[in-house]
């Protein structure tokens, strides 16, 4: 996470003009968070190094509210031609190499110091570690969450829980009053399931796309030839 102005560039419009205010808002909580990412010990970041800092629960709940407004919008529409998709989604990205957090994760990251803030604990979320990269050995914060149902969601009516892999004990905490069914059985008379080991299945090595490079036309012939074994 960068702390200059142009990473912590905030919209002010659905077209993307910069608000100038926010941005330098949110570059100052940054910074703030940088001295303390830059002396801490591997661990959960200490909550007494986010007060000396300057943090406060105010001024991270602030920086969450920005950091979603980095988000820049892509003027994207239903039925958009695929190239021109990709062409508007690229145009709003950060170029390579610049520094960026996803705004959403940058957002949870503030919330969890503010919760740290106001219960005075150590932030268990937010863990100080080192992990490899094609550069070598780097610090990363990895963060771990969980987000809050909305308030509204159940008011009007009950909420349907589809899970392929439900595990109750996680699901009971956040509604303590879930119902949980029998499992589906059905028949599949006219289903071929066909297995294919050693395999990647993201979706760029799936499906088609604009010119593809070696490496992903490779793998998708050897996915096909495996299909039709």
Known sequence: MGCG??????????????????????????????????TATKGPLSVSALRAAGLTPERCRQAAGLEHRRMRNPGLTPGMDPGERRRR?????????????????????????AEALENDHDVAGAVLIDTMSENGTVRCLRLTWRANLR???????????????????LVTPFIPEVTIAEPLMATEPHVRVRQILRAPVSAKA???????????????????ARSRR
Do not use: F, Y
Not at 8 to 20: F, G, I, L
Not at 28 to 34: G, M, P, S, Y
Not at 151 to 169: K, S
């Open 5 to 38: 102005r142009i990473s912590a560039r905030c919209s002010a419009t659905p077209h993307n003009q910069e608000d100038w205010e926010a941005t330098a808002d949110l570059a100052a909580q940054r910074e703030r968070l940088w001295k303390v990412l830059a």
């Open 89 to 113: 989604i690229a145009a709003v990205l950060p170029k390579e190499g610049e520094p960026w957090a996803p705004p959403n994760r940058a957002a949870a990251m503030w919330l969890l110091n």
């Open 151 to 169: 308030n509204g969601w159940g008011a009007q009516g009950p909420i349907l829980h589809l899970d392929a892999t439900l595990r109750p004990e």
């Open 206 to 224: 799936l499906t088609p796309g604009e010119l593809p490079s070696p490496a992903i036309a490779g793998r998708r012939k050897t996915i096909g």
